[in-house]
């Protein structure tokens, strides 16, 4: 399964993303903890691509591909904006970034996906985590 959605670099999409892992978590009968981890990393992702990448230009467009593949939800998220140095992310943990108000989106997703990978300069993050259903045997 592959699939691709894309809207405009509007704050209020984001619902577009809850309602998409509502709809994966019904489907694929999510456990609470892996729809929790898939919803925060999906909205930090999408949100970091609308304001960071994008730059609230609601002309530009946000580019959400995802799809099912061994075991793994996996989705990419594009933005239309100049990319980032993703290489040499401060490191909000430390005393002098705790105040900061941004600065944690990137270090949370890291904490919530089994992978992620930054491509074409920063513009486009790569996410991968392993799917665990309720279901009953």
């Known amino acids: 399964m592959k699939k691709k959605i894309k ?12 309602k998409l892992v509502d709809e994966i978590s019904v489907q694929e009968n999510l456990s609470s903890e892996i729809y929790g981890n898939l919803l925060v ?3 930090e992702s999408v949100n970091n691509a609308i304001i960071h990448g994008n730059k609230l230009d609601e002309s530009k467009e946000v580019i959400i591909n995802y799809g099912l593949s061994d075991g793994y939800f996996w989705f990419d998220v594009k933005d239309q904006g100049n990319g980032f140095n993703f290489k040499n992310l ?18 949370l997703i ?6 992620i990978e930054f491509k074409e300069k920063g513009t486009k993050v790569c996410l991968k985590i392993k799917i665990k259903t309720n279901h009953l045997n």
């Open 90 to 107: 401060p490191d909000p943990t430390l005393p002098e970034n705790l105040e900061k108000p941004h600065g944690r989106g990137i270090f």
């Open 110 to 115: 890291s904490h919530l996906v089994d992978k």
């Open 41 to 43: 990393s999906m909205v």
């Open 7 to 18: 809207f405009l670099s509007k704050i209020e999409n984001i619902n577009i993303v809850e």
